[in-house]
């Protein structure tokens, strides 16, 4: 069987002269199935395809992108280097609405699929442009959900926020222009987002709610539950010989976006310090700029007992989760974030906001703890509570470890998926 994945990550492929990438969840998704079917992937980048193969470049008289076709480790990769998205000319000509180069994308993809001739094509992501590809083929086309960009943009800010007073503070020309930008991104990547759920007959999907979600779009959609491979030390970490801190340590990995909660955050630190006068370490990792949640909340990182430990490996996160009492996840919306999977996997207790998918996670006080959206008291109540019990702690660390053994179990995974490729196939 030949199977084609759209990805936006290029996942186990590697450039001439440099070191091996794969350390993802799709990598790790790759690494498990490619030797049971004849796989290819296609996955955009910015950098000029020269730099990353000697192989040939396929050009089109229509456009400035271009693809090629480099095979490693027993796979097919598709390089599509992106030229509409690099200069500050684009991005104002994307914002001023002229041509930002997608039909161009899509014919290289579609390309990509006459070459490649898959029998399936699994896109993963409603995120980007990959999903147009099915309005112009008849291959079955599998739509791996991850995020979804409509919910998403609907809370993309904390309550009080609006755009408005989001583009505008702090002040500056090029802040302004970002944002501008930023807005506009989303707007389209909504309105594709729906183009894409039109044409897309099949689902891959992990939560109630994303299978809710395309529903609401797609009343005709068949959905196929997946789960999600985890990345390897998750798997691998020996969390026999962890033992629970005497001080309360708490982790949290979120990423820069507003919905990502990071301002839950600080006014839940502010609380565990000023409320409950508790001495505790809560380290954050991620891309996270403080500046707007600090000015929004009036909250200093340092001052509500935060550290910014900055974009960790997964060896780094292991080590710390293993060694936190808790892990807390705050976000406004999310689907099935993998980074609260992977603390479960670890057999952490997590404490987290019951939005969207996250409910499918967590059955609250069983293998988790579920506190209402935006709510810090919540969840420094919960997290104090715990603390103070350490036995129903490590029990619900146990159970959640154990639910997750089973969810994230790859040769579960690697065989429904290869029984939805088959029927799609068969269809």
Known sequence: ???????????????????????????????????????????????????????????????????????????????????????????????????????????????VVEDFRPDVIQIFGSEHSYGLVAKHTDVP????LQGIMNPYFKSFFPPGVSWNSYIVSPFSPSKVFQKLYLKKKWERACEREKTIFSAVKYYLGRTAWDRSEVLKYNPSAVFYHGDEIL????????????VMPSSLKLVTT????????????????????????IDFEWKVYGNIDPRFFEKLTGIRTADAGITLAGVATADELVEAISAASMYVHPSYIDNSPNSLCEAQLLGAAVVATSVGGVPTLIEDGVTGFLVRSGNADDIAERVVAMYRDKTTLRRIGRQAREVALQRHNRDRIVADLLKAYSELVNR
């Open 141 to 144: 086309v599998i739509l791996h």
């Open 254 to 277: 979120i990423s820069e976006p507003t919905y990502k909660g990071y301002d839950v955050v600080l006014r839940a630190g502010k609380i565990l310090k000023e409320v409950y006068g």
């Open 1 to 111: 069987m030949r199977v084609l994945w759209f990805a936006n990550t290029p996942s186990n492929f590697s450039t001439e002269g440099s070191s091996y990438n794969g350390t993802g969840w799709v990598s790790a998704l790759e690494s498990e199935i490619r030797d049971k079917v004849e796989l290819g992937l296609c996955f955009m980048t910015v950098k000029p395809l020269e730099s990353l193969s000697s192989c040939e470049i396929h050009r089109s008289d229509k456009g400035r992108c271009c693809w090629l076709r480099a095979r490693q480790h027993g796979v097919d990769y598709y390089p599509v280097h992106n030229a509409y998205d690099r200069r500050r000319s684009d991005r104002i000509k994307k914002l001023l609405g002229f041509s930002n180069g997608e039909n161009d994308l899509v014919r290289c993809f579609t390309e």
């Open 231 to 242: 990345r390897r030390p998750f798997y691998d970490a020996d969390i026999n010989a962890t």
